[in-house]
């Protein structure tokens, strides 16, 4: 049986898994999941990027969207709206507010975050195990430049979910800090799927922001490194740019060009393997000077076949049969 671990963020990881899925149906796939995104919103705890992946491979994700269910209606925001309650630029659908009831629910009970998302995954069968990178509280928070009244402070730390979902991105992010990593261990059974893995994929997800404090969980980084899986991983940068959302805002922040060579970089200690896009094939050469071996193949996840393709290659590329 062929063990496949990923580390994944929301919609790029998400629609990368469900095309591993049909490239190596009969796999075993352990997903480690960001949960740097997650927020407590209205009393409710978050988790947008397990949901993401455990709405999109369980047939409930809304597509066009790529993110919340599909069918989707708002009458409890309205209402909140209606109290006055805030924030109001975060919106959670009804059909969607069951789940984080749920969780918010196991999580008072005592439930650690790794067994509440395995109780949440019963209901949507995924097709691949889903394990938050760790079940301590872990928070992106973004510090943004504030114009200050002479002697106060001039910069400001924002949640990841304020500066992404209701800036747009668009204030220049000064740095961004993963809350509590320091002191957070990874969820049971994250080391033993890194390290028992046949391959270790990195899906086009945001490098610095879903795929960064996964790697930056004590121990998982080095777990990473030191498997003698092969790693494999996928630029989520295309032609200069990100395929959808501001990863290139967060790149920026970190001094990182927005380039497929540049992110590999950020990972030039673990890759074994690397896919650019086919319009960046002069990142090939860039990368593979770097002892990381590199090829251009279409990256971009038009539909699912495209997705398949894209998993292919990546196991193609560290010669694991399937
Ligand atoms: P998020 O948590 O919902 O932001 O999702 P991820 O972190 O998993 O993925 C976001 C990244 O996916 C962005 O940086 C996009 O550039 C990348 N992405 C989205 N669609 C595609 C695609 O079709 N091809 C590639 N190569 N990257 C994509
Ligand atoms: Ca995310």
Request: aromatic share 4%; charged share 20%; net charge negative.
């Amino acid at each position: 049986m062929l063990r496949i671990t990923a580390l994944a963020g929301g919609i790029g990881g998400a629609r990368f898994l469900r095309g591993l899925l049909r490239a190596a149906p009969a796999a075993e796939v352990t997903v480690i999941g960001n949960t740097a995104d997650d927020i407590t919103l209205h009393g409710l705890h978050v988790s947008p990027d397990l949901d993401t992946v455990m709405y999109t491979l369980g047939g409930g994700i809304h597509e066009e969207q790529g993110w919340g269910r599909a069918d989707e209606s708002f009458a409890v925001m309205d209402e909140l709206a209606a109290y006055g309650a805030e924030p109001q630029w975060f919106g959670l659908g009804d059909r969607d507010l069951a789940t984080h009831v749920i969780r918010t629910q196991m999580l008072g009970a005592g439930y650690p975050l790794s067994a509440v998302t395995e109780a949440l995954c019963d209901r949507w069968q995924p097709g691949i195990r889903l394990i938050p990178m760790t079940d301590d509280r872990v928070e992106t928070h973004v510090v943004v430049a504030e114009p200050s009244q002479s002697d106060g402070p001039n910069e400001r730390a924002i949640h990841f979910q304020e500066w992404w979902v209701r800036l747009r991105a668009a204030v220049p992010a000064q740095r961004i800090v993963f809350v509590g990593v320091d002191t957070a261990t990874p969820a049971p059974g994250v080391l033993d799927a890194i390290e028992a893995a046949d391959i270790v994929l990195l899906p086009p997800s945001n490098p610095v922001v879903s795929i960064g404090p996964i790697l930056a969980v004590p121990g998982l980084r080095d777990a990473v490194k030191a498997t003698s899986a092969p790693v494999v991983g996928l630029s989520p940068i295309v032609a200069g740019a990100p395929v959808r959302g501001m990863a290139d805002a967060c790149l920026t922040a970190i001094g990182v060009e927005t380039s497929a060579a540049a992110v590999a970089g950020l990972f030039a200690d673990l890759l074994d393997g690397w896919l650019v896009d086919v319009s960046d094939a002069d990142a090939v050469p860039v990368v593979e000077a770097t002892g990381v071996r590199c090829l251009a193949v279409p990256l971009l996840m038009r539909d699912l076949d495209a997705a398949a393709g894209m998993a292919g290659a990546a196991l193609d590329l560290a010669g694991i049969a399937r």
